[in-house]
């Protein structure tokens, strides 16, 4: 064992009957559980303002000009996982103020976010013993989080994901069908909002119940250039506004895929636990939706303008 918190009792595995990847990490049985049931978190939240002492060293932040870092003064902090899942996993609280659904948060929040995920993102995979670094968010224990306070993690990983890989492979033999999708999506009615450059959609055939995507309308869109972060902010944040609205703050997964390096059209996917994963989920890997796409799409835009 180590002091350095990025380290800990983990080892990348491998399904035996798949050979597909397994982050084995058993100190993360040691991490605390902060999402009790009827209880928002608040009391004893290590990532609100005033408690950066409670977190390992943070390593970037948006900060109010002249606060000092481990310090109150920021709107985005990233630091370590005390608890980690592999070599490089990394926490970005999202807000200095105690707020457990991302969709009461302000959309220049997500724009501040976006830039810090991007540095993050990029710095791990700076290293050597890192090929893709991995975003994703928990909200809400059914969901996996174990502290309430909104944030997302990044993983850096020494491979590409398998979902990754199949996509990746998708795109270089067909095309992107992520703009399959978006082309196909105003028609249907299964678009939710749009912007200049990005849009919010069901995707056609959701595997589980109000599958929602987030996407660039142009395929050869650059994620790391952060051209366009204001606009994706707000994207992001009428996703999230739009999920709080229509489930009364739900528990839900959020996650980002891109492939570093690669010509691919990146997406965020989110998918709210209106439903449990069941026994062909979890064992063949096949779905079972009884929501069709274009009934999702309309109750999200109807939380949207309400």
Known sequence: MTDDPRQGAFRLAHDPSTDRPILVAPSRRARPLLT????????????????????????????????????????VRAFPNLYPACHWHEVVAEGAEHRTQPGALEPGLWRDALAI???????????????CSFWFKNVGRSAGASIAHSHSQILGLPMLPPRLVEELTRFRHHGSGVTAELDRAARDGRMIHA??????FSPRDPRLPFETWLAP??????????????????????????FDRA?????????????????????????????QLAGLELGADMYINSMPADEAAGRLRAALAD
């Not at 990532?47 to 950066?52: D, N, Q, V």
């Not at 912007?195 to 919010?200: E, G, I, K, T, V």
């Not at 869109?221 to 739009?242: I, K, P």
């Not at 570093?260 to 709210?272: D, I, L, V, Y």
């Open 117 to 131: 995920y991007r540095r993050r993102m990029l710095h791990l995979e700076a290293q050597p013993d890192v090929r």
């Open 36 to 75: 009790v049931a009827g209880r928002d978190g608040a009391d004893a939240c290590p990532f609100c303002a005033g408690s950066e002492a409670s977190t390992p060293a943070e390593v970037d932040a948006i900060r109010d000009a002249g606060t000092a870092p481990n310090a109150p003064g920021w709107r």
């Open 195 to 200: 912007s200049d450059r990005f849009a919010l």
């Open 247 to 275: 489930f009364d703050g739900p528990a839900f997964n959020a996650w980002l895929h891109r492939v570093p390096g690669e010509r691919f059209h990146w997406h965020f996917e989110a998918q709210p636990r209106t439903g």
């Open 217 to 242: 309308l142009d395929p050869d869109d650059d994620f790391d250039a952060g051209t366009h972060d204001a606009e994706l902010g707000d994207m992001l944040a009428r996703l999230f506004r739009a």
